[in-house]
């Protein structure tokens, strides 16, 4: 496994604690059935308008076993989806589709007690042109179920602030 994601990972969000302590990670939501914790990170520190926005999802296994989780199928169903609004709540629209969690037909294992997670760039997906405080929620679909509905994440808050 390539070092890289892990030095991206701590150059956005800091060191990865071995037990988060509250106060880092919003409050997480349980995947029903899955033992699987959600959650999603923000940057660290205020942005610049026209610096990317990127922010960590995290899925945390609290079985006593390895969780696999198998792609769903269809390139029209996401694993993550993100849910952007402004500082009036009115939802920033995409302008491309959303970017996936996985590839198709892969599958992630997830061993007890340990996390799998991704960075995204959300500012390749929404349009962050103007500052303020922009709300971002991660939907997780579980692929276990056919007919599972997305767990939201708890809601975190990035400041985007104006040029100098």
């Known amino acids: 496994m390539s070092a890289l994601p892990i030095l991206v990972w701590v150059l956005m969000f800091g060191p990865v604690p071995a ?13 029903p059935g899955l033992e699987l914790d959600v959650s999603v990170e923000k940057p660290r520190r205020p942005l610049i308008v026209g610096e990317p926005v990127v922010v960590g999802v995290r899925l945390t296994n609290n ?6 989780l198998v792609a769903r199928d269809g390139s029209e169903n996401h694993w993550v989806t993100f849910e952007v609004t402004d500082q009036a709540r009115r939802r920033v629209e995409p302008i491309v589709p959303e970017a996936k969690m996985r590839v198709t037909y892969e599958e992630i294992r997830i061993l007890s007690g340990y996390f799998w997670g991704r960075t995204y760039d959300l500012s390749k997906n929404f ?33 985007i602030l104006e040029k100098r």
């Open 63 to 68: 079985n006593l076993r390895t969780v696999e």
């Open 127 to 159: 349009k962050f042109q103007n500052a303020g405080r922009y709300t971002v929620v991660a939907f997780y679909t579980p692929s276990s179920s056919p007919n599972a509905s997305a767990i939201a994440t708890a809601p975190v808050e990035i400041e």
């Open 19 to 31: 037990y988060p302590a509250p106060h880092l990670l919003p409050p997480p939501h349980r995947v």
